[in-house]
């Protein structure tokens, strides 16, 4: 524990409480700062109840501190402002992996379980075992290979019929497709537009008990604006350019390193001095095997749920013209790369190799959060092996042959914990959604 001996540092004069304070005075919110664990943490706390209890923060004050402390010493505060719109910070749901706990359900991002499918590909190879093919085109591709997902994410709904959250095999295909185009755009493309980087962003602060505040917003801003290698007194000087507060350097290197742990910056490992960044959000360009990839993913799903003759015209209307559509983007990009350089064989097993990858770490990330495992899961290989994957009762996974690259390998997700009954409404989802405890689901792979 740290223990907070004031802000800003200093020494400190003797002041006198003011005459009819409560219980929430000055000397008690210094005591009470002893129980988070840095500074920090301790700001962040005052500021959160400041703007849910009082007033929005007045940054036109010199110290957050003395503010928030002169509004918590009032006699009578002010009574809570009412908000016509919810705060920037406001939660925002995202699921929907719908895996059932006893008398809960736990609710999985879609685009979680693609990221913890790019974890998991990141660590593969070893001496025993190849690495991935093309890794600087394949680990986007699959961690980026649901990305469609985010935008429904926001809105989850429940199931018209049975009151419960849809998951993601109970879609309608008219929403499915239309999810679908929207992850090969991305995986295409190779970049993300800056509402997207902002929601991982958020996400990813939210997932450390963190809000996405104005002030890391602004510096995000700046920071995924900028070209080239840059520092923290680049992203500075910018900000001086914009005009209105001033930040401190420590405020923008803290952003700075949370914005690379989140993956949207990259770390210049060539300069040891300082930190210096790159910004991963703008990559080479687009190229035609990640989105053939992609495609092909997502055709073989289309061509499975057109199998169903039980579907409404609606739905097998959207999954003909989506097959379509991507029938002849496939034929445009196997075609782009030929022109790359490629012979038609070295072409057509680079599209075999990388789709064949994608399927498998997809299958290995649903079959982590889809349900608590017991059993051993044997699976074959995109590169003709087989691997088994047994659940112990240590709650570890042995792994035979083990493939990655460390002694040992801990991979996560954050899931949401609801009752599992029905719900009246989207909006009911939405409340317990927004009421309900993040949940951290944690796999540890061993040595068999």
């Known amino acids: 524990m740290v223990t907070i001996t004031g802000y800003p540092q200093g020494p400190r004069k003797r002041r006198r409480e003011p005459r009819g304070t409560d219980d929430m005075t000055l000397s008690s919110v210094r005591r009470t700062s002893r129980i988070f664990a840095s500074r920090e943490d301790f700001l962040c706390g005052l500021c959160a109840f400041a703007s849910e209890a009082f007033v929005p923060l007045d940054t036109s004050y010199p110290s957050p501190v003395r503010f928030i402390t002169a509004i918590l010493i009032r006699s009578h505060p002010r009574p809570p402002k009412l908000r016509s719109t919810p705060p920037a910070f406001a939660f925002r749901p995202r699921l929907m992996i719908r895996r059932d706990d006893g008398e809960s359900w736990l609710l999985i991002s879609q685009v979680d379980h693609a990221h913890l499918a790019g974890d998991l590909a990141a660590a593969w190879g070893n001496a025993q075992t190849p690495p991935l ?4 085109l394949l680990l986007p591709a699959i961690r980026d290979h649901d990305e469609g997902w985010r935008a429904w994410e926001k809105s989850p709904r429940i199931h018209p019929d049975t009151g419960i959250p849809r998951e993601f095999l109970e ?7 239309a999810i679908w185009r929207r992850s090969i755009e991305v995986c295409h493309r190779r970049e993300r537009s800056l509402c997207d980087a902002f929601a991982v962003f958020e996400h990813f602060l939210a997932t450390r008990s963190k809000r996405l505040t104005p002030d890391r917003t602004s510096i995000a801003e700046v920071a995924l604006a900028l070209s080239g290698t840059f520092d923290a007194e680049r992203v500075a000087e910018r900000m001086a350019h914009r005009g209105g507060r001033s930040y401190s350097l420590s405020t923008i290197y803290r952003t700075l390193g949370w914005l690379a742990d989140a993956g949207l910056l990259t770390r210049d490992p060539r300069v040891r001095d300082r930190h210096v960044y790159r910004n991963a959000a703008h990559p080479a360009g687009p190229s035609p095997w990640p989105g053939l990839w992609v495609s092909r993913h997502f055709t073989h799903l289309a061509e499975l749920a057109r199998k169903h003759s039980d579907r409404p ?7 003909d013209a989506f097959l379509t559509d991507q029938y002849a983007l496939q034929a445009a990009w196997r075609d782009s790369g030929r022109l790359e350089g490629a012979d038609e064989a070295a072409a057509h097993s680079s599209e075999e190799r990388g789709y064949r990858w994608l ?5 290995l990330s649903l079959w982590l959060c889809c349900a608590e495992r017991t059993h051993t899961e044997p699976m074959t290989r995109p590169d003709e092996g087989s691997i088994h994957f047994t659940p112990l009762k ?3 996974i ?5 493939p990655f690259n460390t002694l040992e390998l801990t991979v996560s997700v954050s899931a949401r914990r609801i009752p599992a009954k029905p719900l009246d409404s989207d909006e009911a989802l939405c409340g317990a959604l927004a009421s309900s405890i993040p949940t951290q689901l944690q796999w540890t792979f061993v040595r068999w």
């Open 133 to 136: 093919p093309e890794p600087t």
């Open 171 to 177: 879609m309608p295909m008219t929403e499915a497709v």
């Open 313 to 319: 015209e609606p739905d097998r209307n959207a999954l």
């Open 359 to 363: 399927q498998f770490f997809d299958r």
């Open 394 to 396: 240590s709650g570890e």
């Open 398 to 402: 042995a792994v035979e042959p083990f």
